[in-house]
Nanobody, 121 residues
Framework: QVQMVESGGGLVQAGGSLTLSCVAS????????MGWYRQGPGKQRELVAA???????DLTDSVKGRFTISRDNAKGTVYLQMNSLKPEDTAVYYC???????????????WGQGTQVTVSS
């Protein structure tokens, strides 16, 4: 089993930066793609960024050029560097991971508890 714990959320002014971290513990060798989701007030949860075990990344259009996803496989950790933050980035951010070898279309198997990011205008 895998447990995931996020950290790094908080309150920041528009234009500022935050870095989220998520540490996976347990059977981390079984982890494949890792990602960050967010759910803003009154909005559906959306996939913000994903990174494969080999380092290939994908980001949703609204954060391209501002957010960067990275991971350290040895540490079982995934990061989300967020720059030029906007009030619309306000959300609870969740890290997630798929089982190693899972299809691209597969759902994420492991989830963190979420960390709040609030961007003030």
């Amino acid at each position: 089993q895998v447990q995931m714990v996020e950290s790094g959320g908080g309150l920041v002014q528009a234009g500022g930066s935050l870095t989220l971290s998520c540490v996976a513990s347990g059977s981390t060798f079984s982890i494949g793609t890792m990602g960050w989701y967010r759910q803003g007030p009154g909005k559906q949860r959306e996939l913000v960024a994903a990174i494969t075990r080999g380092g290939n990344t994908d980001l949703t259009d609204s954060v391209k050029g501002r957010f960067t996803i990275s991971r350290d496989n040895a540490k079982g950790t995934v990061y989300l560097q967020m720059n030029s933050l906007k009030p619309e980035d306000t959300a609870v951010y969740y890290c997630a991971a798929k089982k190693r070898g899972a299809a691209v279309s597969a759902n994420y198997d492991y989830w963190g508890q979420g960390t709040q990011v609030t961007v003030s205008s």
